[in-house]
């Protein structure tokens, strides 16, 4: 079965399955600011890639547990389901502005809701996570282990007289639910993104559930009512997502974002550095290259921004032995505070800037400790909340070399 590619409102080109692998070709007269990918400007000869997805394609392949649902429900109606089967399903709605659709389809409307304000109130249960993985989950192009769907909320609806007709505002978003392994996980998202922001990261906007155990992201890859290219950095190391834990971050991180950001290098690398030192300081074992992202307009001459900082957790917490998602310096060892402070040349600073960096993050770290630990325990959830502070305080102390942060509780379990 052929499938067509779109970018945004305009189809670009067709792709087919080729062997054991996939070929993809633009149409003709396709403009270079609509290529599909930055490794794969417009042009009249095909792109093949041997075996599975061109990388590009892989970017948004669902993992974990939705991929294990879609296969089911795949083999279940069609009798096989590979990468290419899903593709098909899950394309008509991904993160980014590509979409891939079945002949005869148009670019259609993604399932929304009122409210999701309502979905935030509601107990994630297993029964309401299955529910929403039954309405939205095959229709959620949308990559990682965690489970989640995508939603489009309707905002508001007014008449429009210039269009002369009803407009709907939408918004959109990851919904995002606690998996049995990881308790607290949502929580633990929740409050290192608020680290991240308040050391000064972009960050994705991102709401609560009311039980602790669904978190909300807006999705930041939308641009005045269309959507914007995303392209992460496995796909811009043109690796697919099994090699995602394979890169370094001289090579992969900051040598790959130097080499796609045109005259936005400079600030690229400033805000990856301050990214990375973040995932360091909050002992995030998960910050591989599907988690580094760069957005575009005009796939030909920009501008191309770094994505704000998503899915940042203290992975630590769960994993004792747990490490860096890329190496550095030939490990995956955390860095001890001369490395960090070196890994800036990486990232055109100078020593005076890497070191201003790390006490923003230092002191970010230090700030937002005493109400994740109160949140952890609002929702009874402590003992993971005093292994998160523990974690934060390591990567504070010994990758930041800054004096241990002494926590309250830490206090009151010495005492009694
Ligand atoms: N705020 C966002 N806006 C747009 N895309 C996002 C956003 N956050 C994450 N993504 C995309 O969704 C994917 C999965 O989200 P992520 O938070 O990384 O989940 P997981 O914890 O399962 O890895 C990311 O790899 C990225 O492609
Ligand atoms: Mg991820």
């Known amino acids: 079965m052929t499938l067509q590619v779109w970018v945004n409102d305009s189809k670009v080109g067709t792709l087919d399955r080729h062997g054991s692998g996939t070929t993809f070709v633009y149409d003709q007269g396709?403009?270079?600011?609509?290529?599909?990918?930055?490794?794969?400007?417009?042009?009249?000869?095909?792109?093949?890639?041997?075996?599975?997805?061109?990388?590009?394609?892989?970017?948004?392949?669902?993992?974990?547990?939705?991929?294990?649902?879609?296969?089911?429900?795949?083999?279940?109606?069609?009798?096989?389901?590979?990468?290419?089967?899903?593709?098909?399903?899950?394309?008509?709605n991904q993160i980014g502005r590509v979409r891939v659709l079945k002949a005869g389809e148009e670019p259609q409307r993604k399932p929304s809701i009122r409210s999701i304000q309502e979905v935030l109130e509601a107990e994630a249960t297993e029964a309401f996570v299955t529910d929403m993985f039954r309405k939205y989950g095959l229709r959620s192009g949308v990559s990682g282990a965690m489970p989640k769907v995508l939603l489009e909320e309707e905002v508001d609806s007014f008449f429009d007289p210039e269009k002369q007709r009803i407009t709907i505002e939408t918004q959109d978003y990851i919904l995002k639910f606690d998996a049995a392994d990881y308790p607290g996980l949502s929580l633990n998202e929740y409050h290192c993104l608020k680290v991240a922001r308040l050391a000064g990261n972009k960050t994705a906007e991102c709401y609560l559930g009311k039980h602790g155990r669904t978190l909300a992201v807006q999705r930041f890859d939308n641009l005045d009512g269309h959507r914007s290219g995303f392209e992460d950095l496995a796909s811009l190391n043109a690796m697919t997502s099994e090699e995602k834990y394979s890169g370094t971050i001289e090579k992969a991180l900051f040598a790959t974002i130097k080499n796609f950001s045109a005259e936005n290098a400079k600030q690229n690398l400033n805000e990856l550095y301050r990214q990375i030192v973040t995932s360091i300081a909050l002992r995030n074992g998960d910050a591989h290259l599907k988690n580094y992202a760069v957005l575009f307009d005009d796939a030909e001459k920009g501008p191309f921004t770094l994505a704000p900082a998503y899915d940042i957790v203290t992975t630590k917490a769960y994993i004792a032995s747990d490490m860096m998602a890329a190496t550095y310096g030939g490990s995956k060892r955390w860095p001890k505070p001369k490395a960090v402070e070196q890994m800036a040349i990486r990232a055109m600073l100078t020593s005076q800037q890497a070191k201003a960096i790390i006490s923003e993050v230092g002191a970010a770290v230090k700030e937002a400790m005493p109400a994740m630990i109160e949140d952890f325990k609002r929702f009874e959830m402590l003992e993971v909340g005093l292994r998160v502070a523990a974690c934060w305080n390591e990567g504070v102390t010994e990758s930041l070399g800054m004096d241990p942060i002494d926590f309250d509780y830490m206090t009151d379990e010495r005492s009694s």
């Open 30 to 92: 396709v403009q270079p600011s609509n290529a599909i990918s930055l490794n794969m400007p417009v042009r009249t000869a095909s792109y093949d890639h041997p075996y599975g997805l061109l990388p590009v394609f892989d970017t948004n392949m669902p993992e974990g547990l939705l991929l294990d649902n879609l296969r089911r429900e795949l083999s279940k109606a069609y009798g096989h389901a590979d990468a290419y089967d899903i593709l098909s399903e899950t394309g008509k």
